[in-house]
Structure formats: structure tokens, C-alpha cells
């Protein structure tokens, strides 16, 4: 039967370890609880953005804007290390020996089980760094809460659950042992914890080798928050110092920098209180003019009502006027507090504050720890007042009184003496529950505030640095764009431009085309015409002076005609090259010598070079004459032409056997002498060689560099 009931009470035990795991898997933790937790947070919180920057850049504001307004119902985050207090400090591992190393850190409740709401680990500051983050905050632990046990009393019809210390079992809240927690920065962490009862609350910290090779770990504070019966979270367990002890297995001692019992003394460096959001009404804040009596100190009467226990008594400081960057503005150097059930006083408990703008923490708060007395007035002694400008100032955010995280003194009466009159109607701002235009949080909501607000912060400095560049991308893509968009607009101009010229092009060579066509077509078939009949009239008349005539007019028909296809080629040509010219001038000559034996020879190795269009036109006037004298003076009857290539120049000769003449004897006409003018301007050299009755050689001679340039004188020659 023993036997049976031992083994009863061993699955009891387990279905309700099981039932306290379920429980505490139902609340989801501020913090993770454990890796894979936190990976699947990570997971969930990706945001899916567009490659397209404009609409990336407004899911990313969109984003921002709602992580603002989460983040301003939020604690405010102002942290300020604690220079002369920094927190709890671990002895230091040999790393030699930091395998198997670890260390531990109890909470247990002395007299009682506990009903916890959460746990809350404040990290440690280095005040030389205050912007590198926490210092040595662990980076692995193990976090398990030891629970009340229950078994099952009676039969399974008419029984039910009852504690059972016997039972008592460890439960895990917390398991960061196997990877290295996130860092938290300037931030508190937070682990929702089982709703049952807990007698002891165990952290290990395996003291892992950092830079300094040895193994330690370091906390600014320990949160150990009670659940109320109405399942709201309550005040900070460890002020409860004559039930709650604090263990841990060594530490770095010293004072006044490192300390064990900085883990539970209320000091941390996160800074005021307060919420996000800002009220109207200012703090309390008295200036002393010179008419103004001063007395050694201002008294205030607090009367809360009905007479009750008080934990303790915080002191607010005053925000400092006109945004002046001074911390303690008008708080007081000595304060005494007494408490009374009595409005006389008759029976009191006093304390005295000797140097409290030390103990304050450099704009932090000063808690004066009652233990629980009862009482229902409360008269507060200040003295040793600030001063400001060489007179007295006395400036207050608030006067909280609480016991177990509840705000006794709200709107309670209060009066107060030694204070200039006119400052009377800002009393009640002493109990209003706001300091610096801001509501004052209690310590668990501040806490769990500020962890919930790190994940904001941190995603908010990671979508304001992607906004950062998206909106630089953004930039420098519409930059690129207008480079773009402008050089298409310029590359569409000058196509449209270049386009219309070749249009235009197009219809004027048309236009040319056939002016020519038609030059040719009609005025060249009317000299031909006029050419035969010339010819034929002078075949068919008897005086001579008329065959003359008849044979000039026959001549300048041909050389009309020959003309006018040298200017029908020459508009029909895009180049003119000097193997053309040499086929053009032939033609002409076998068009006007018509009537003379004319042998042509043309060299095979005449360049493909293109000639300037002035040379061509001095080469075809300087022919043309040279033409028309062997046909129309020379009576030649037979005539040698040809053109040659020799050492880098041409060579054109037109050899004639006709009645000649003497070069150097004056003559009335231009011919002989606008010859000479053109191959001087070409830059050749011209040989004139003939006799009376001995015919004519005329021999031009001109470098083929000449004939692919302009010639160095202005044209000035007879057309």
C-alpha cells in the first residue's frame, strides 16, 4: 500500500509539472525564453520589401511611423550610468579552470512562497563607456524558479489539488545556456514567470573566457515582481529585505563601484520613471525673491487619508526650467520624514536624510525605505535649500508614497509652511503622479516598459538606416534617370535633327537630279542639235568667211555640250576621284576634237585619289583650253594626248601637228595666259612648247599632295 501511494505521489507530482509548464507556455515572455523562441520572433518581425526604391521607401516610413507610435506609449529611455554605483560584479575564473565553471544566484523567500509575475535582469554600466553598452552582461544563463508542489487529495470523484512542499520541483523559465543571449544594450531584460508559487528563484551563469581571458559576469539589478491577486503584476520583491534573501556564490567587491547589494537597492541606470507620452502641468518649483521671508526649512503635511503601512517614499527631482541642462535643480540637501497615525504626532517614526543630493544618484530618485510602518500623516522637513542666481530655490517632481507597489499618496491633501503664499496652488502638484510633464510609471510597468521598447529601438535604427539608403538610392536613380531622360531627349533631338537633314538631303539631290536630268536631257539634245547643223551648213556653203562661222559655231556647240555633262557628273558625284577627272577630260576632248585624228594614252596607274573640288574645276577650265586653242587655232588635223604618273605627280601632254606659234610673242586674247595663271595657282609647273609651222606641246605637270588640298592662293582666274 506504501508502496502504491509512493508511486501515486510521483505521477501527481509529474501531471502537475506538466500543468505548470503548460501555464507558463500559454503567457508569451517579454524576452524570449530560449533560442528557438527568439528566432522564430526574428522570423516573424522580417519585413517582406519591394526591390522598386520609391515603394520601398514608403513601406519603410510606413514601418517607422508605427514603431514611433508604439514606442511613444512606452517608457521614456534616457539612460544615465550611475558614475560612483555601477552594480554587482562576479569574481573573476582563472581560464584555466573555466570548463566546468559556473555561478549561481538565489532568491528565496524566507518565511512563505511567492506568487511571481515576472524576473528582471537590469545590465551593469561602465560610466567611462556609456555609450558601448552594458558591461559583461552574461551571455549565457540558465534562469529556473522552484515551485510549490501539489499533489491530489481524496478520490478522484470528490478530491482536489493541495500544496505539498514535499513536493517542491524546479521549473524552467529561462534557458540560454547552449547559444549566447542577444545583446540588450542600455536595456532591462524581462521573463514572464509560472503563476504558481515559488519558494526560491535560481540563476546559473557559467563563467564563460572574455577578452581579458578570465571568466566573469556582471548586473546592475535584480527584479523579482510579485502577481496580485487580481493577476496584475505588483511592487519589486527584493525591497523586502527581513523576508527575501539574496545569494550568490562570490563576488568583486569594490565599494563604492561594485557590491552585492547594488542588485537589490533600487539604483539603475535607465534613468527617470516616466511615460512617453507628456502632460500640461509642469513640477512644483518655489523661487525666493528678496521680499520674500526665508525660513531654515519648508515643511509639508501629507494626509493620506486613513492610516495604513508604508513601504517607502520617493523624492522626485524637478525638471530644471527653460531646458537648462542641470541636473538636481532646487532639490533640497537635507531632508526628515515622519510618520504618525496621530495628527499630533504624538507617537512617530523619524527619518533623516543627511546628504540626500548624494544619495540621489545624479538625477535619479531618492527612496526613503519605511519597513512598513503605519500611519496616516506624514511631515516632511527640508532644509539646506539650493540656490539660484544668489536666491534660495526649492523645486520637487513629486512625493510618492507606496507600500507593495501601490501609489498611496494620489491626490491627497497637502499643506505646507515656509513658502511664499502665491506657491500655495501648486501643491497639489506634489501628488498628482506626474513629474516633468510626464506620468509617473510604477516599477514593474517602467521595467517591462523598457523591454518591450528595446526591440522598437532596435528596429527602428535598423529601418531609419535602410530608409537612409533607400532614399540615397532613390536619389541617385532619379539623378541617373534625368542623366538618361536627357541624353535620350538630346540622342531624340539630334536624330530628329540629323533625320531632317538627310530628308532634306534626300529632296534636294532629287531636286538636282533632275535639273540635271532635264539640263542634259534638253539643252544637251538642242546643242548636239545645233552642232549637226552647224556642220552640216558649212558643208554646204561656198564662202569661207561663212564656214568659219559655221565651224565656231559648231565648236562652241561641242564645247557647250561638253560642259554641261562635266556639270551633270559633278552633281550626280558624292567624290570626285582622279581617275574620273582623267575619263571626263578625255571625253571631252573626243567630244570637241570631233573632226581631228585624236590618239589618247592614259597611264594603268593612276591613284584613286580624291580631288579637291577647286582643283578639279582649275584641271577641267585649264583642258578646256587647252582644247579649244588646238581646235580652233591650231588647224591641226591630227593630235596626241595623254596623261601620265611619274614621281609622285601627274603629267598631262596634248601634242598637236597644226600651224604652232611663238609662245613668248604678245597675243590679244587670255588664253595662253589664264593657263599659265591656273597651273601656277595648282602649284604645277606648265611647258609651252611650239613654233610657226611646227605645231604645239603643252605639258602640265602637277604633285599628286596638291591635288587633295586647297591650293595655297586664292582662286582669281578667268572662268
Request: glycine share 8%; aromatic share 10%.
Amino acid at each position: 500500500m506504501k508502496r502504491f501511494w509512493h508511486v501515486e505521489r510521483i505521477w501527481i507530482a509529474l501531471v502537475a509539472a506538466m500543468v505548470s509548464f503548460a501555464v507558463a507556455g500559454e503567457q508569451e515572455s517579454v524576452d524570449a525564453r530560449n533560442p528557438e523562441e527568439w528566432r522564430a520572433r526574428r522570423d516573424a518581425e522580417k519585413l517582406n520589401l519591394s526591390r522598386w526604391p520609391h515603394k520601398r521607401i514608403l513601406q519603410l516610413a510606413a514601418e517607422r511611423e508605427r514603431l514611433l507610435q508604439q514606442i511613444a506609449v512606452l517608457p521614456k529611455h534616457d539612460p544615465q550610468p550611475l558614475p560612483d554605483r555601477l552594480g554587482y560584479h562576479s569574481a573573476f575564473g582563472d581560464s584555466s579552470s573555466l570548463s566546468n565553471a559556473h555561478h549561481e544566484l538565489e532568491v528565496e523567500w524566507k518565511t512563505f512562497y511567492a506568487k511571481l509575475y515576472s524576473i528582471a535582469l537590469a545590465p551593469a554600466f561602465n560610466s567611462k563607456n556609456p555609450g558601448g553598452g552594458p558591461y559583461a552582461f552574461p551571455k549565457r544563463f540558465e534562469i529556473e524558479a522552484k515551485v510549490l508542489g501539489r499533489r491530489w487529495k481524496g478520490d478522484k470523484e470528490t478530491g482536489h489539488w493541495v500544496d505539498d512542499p514535499l513536493l517542491d520541483e524546479w521549473v524552467e523559465i529561462a534557458n540560454w545556456l547552449d547559444e549566447d543571449f542577444p545583446d540588450p544594450g542600455p536595456y532591462p531584460v524581462f521573463f514572464d514567470v509560472t503563476e504558481r508559487r515559488v519558494k526560491q528563484v535560481r540563476m546559473t551563469v557559467p563563467l564563460l573566457e572574455r577578452e581579458s581571458g578570465a571568466g566573469y559576469y556582471a548586473l546592475g539589478e535584480i527584479y523579482v515582481f510579485r502577481r496580485l491577486e487580481n493577476g496584475e503584476m505588483g511592487d519589486n520583491m527584493t525591497f523586502w529585505w527581513d523576508v527575501v534573501d539574496i545569494r550568490v556564490s562570490d563576488s568583486f567587491s569594490v565599494y563604492p563601484l561594485w557590491d552585492k547589494t547594488y542588485l537589490y537597492d533600487g539604483a539603475v541606470g535607465f534613468g527617470l520613471p516616466l511615460s512617453g507620452q507628456t502632460d500640461v502641468e509642469e513640477d512644483f518649483m518655489v523661487t525666493f525673491e528678496d521680499h520674500d521671508p526665508v525660513s531654515e526649512q519648508v515643511e509639508f503635511l501629507m494626509d493620506l487619508g486613513v492610516t495604513q503601512k508604508i513601504g517607502r517614499i520617493e523624492f522626485w527631482p524637478a525638471e530644471a526650467p527653460g531646458q537648462m541642462a542641470v541636473s538636481m535643480f532646487g532639490f533640497p540637501g537635507e531632508i526628515t520624514v515622519e510618520l504618525s497615525p496621530d495628527p499630533d504626532f504624538s507617537t512617530s517614526r523619524i527619518i533623516e536624510v543627511k546628504d540626500a543630493g548624494e544619495q540621489l544618484f545624479h538625477d535619479n530618485l531618492l527612496t526613503v525605505i519605511c519597513k512598513g510602518y503605519e500611519g496616516r500623516y506624514i511631515r516632511i522637513s527640508l532644509r539646506n535649500l539650493s540656490e539660484f542666481k544668489g536666491r534660495p530655490i526649492l523645486g520637487l517632481g513629486e512625493i510618492s508614497v507606496a507600500e507593495l507597489g501601490k501609489i498611496l499618496s494620489m491626490g491627497s491633501k497637502v499643506t505646507a509652511r515656509g513658502i511664499p503664499e502665491r506657491y500655495l496652488p501648486q501643491l497639489p502638484r506634489l501628488v498628482d503622479g506626474c513629474s516633468r510633464r510626464c506620468r509617473i510609471l510604477p516599477e514593474g510597468e517602467w521595467i517591462r516598459g523598457l523591454a518591450l521598447r528595446r526591440p522598437l529601438d532596435q528596429r527602428l535604427t535598423v529601418v531609419e538606416q535602410k530608409l537612409t539608403v533607400a532614399k540615397e538610392s532613390w536619389r541617385t536613380l532619379q539623378f541617373r534617370l534625368s542623366i538618361a531622360g536627357l541624353v535620350v531627349l538630346v540622342l531624340s533631338l539630334l536624330g530628329g535633327w540629323g533625320f531632317l537633314r538627310m530628308q532634306r538631303q534626300q529632296i534636294l539631290k532629287r531636286l538636282k537630279l533632275r535639273i540635271t536630268q532635264d539640263l542634259h536631257d534638253e539643252v544637251g539634245s538642242n546643242l548636239g542639235s545645233i552642232s549637226l547643223m552647224a556642220d552640216q551648213l558649212r558643208s554646204s556653203v561656198v564662202e569661207e568667211d561663212l564656214k568659219e562661222d559655221m565651224f565656231d559655231l559648231s565648236l562652241l556647240a561641242r564645247e557647250a555640250c561638253a560642259s554641261l555633262r562635266e556639270v551633270v557628273w559633278v552633281v550626280d558625284q558624292n567624290r570626285i576621284s582622279l581617275p574620273e577627272l582623267i575619263r571626263k577630260m578625255v571625253e571631252r576632248a573626243e567630244r570637241v576634237m570631233s573632226g581631228i585624228r585624236l590618239s589618247i594614252d592614259v597611264s594603268q596607274e593612276c591613284p584613286d585619289v580624291e580631288v579637291s573640288l577647286v582643283y578639279k574645276r582649275h584641271l577641267q577650265m585649264f583642258f578646256k583650253e587647252a582644247v579649244h586653242n588646238c581646235v580652233r587655232h591650231a588647224e591641226a588635223t591630227q593630235a596626241w594626248l595623254s596623261f601620265f604618273i611619274e614621281q609622285g605627280q601627274l603629267l598631262i601632254v596634248l601634242v598637236d601637228n597644226g600651224r604652232g606659234f611663238d609662245p613668248n610673242a604678245a597675243t590679244g586674247g587670255w588664253g595662253v595666259k589664264n593657263m599659265r595663271k591656273r597651273a601656277e595657282e595648282m602649284g604645277g609647273i606648265l611647258h609651252i612648247q611650239s613654233a610657226p609651222g611646227k605645231g604645239t606641246e603643252i605639258r602640265l605637270s602637277i604633285p599628286f599632295s596638291k591635288l587633295v588640298g586647297e591650293p595655297s592662293k586664292a582662286y582669281s582666274t578667268s572662268n
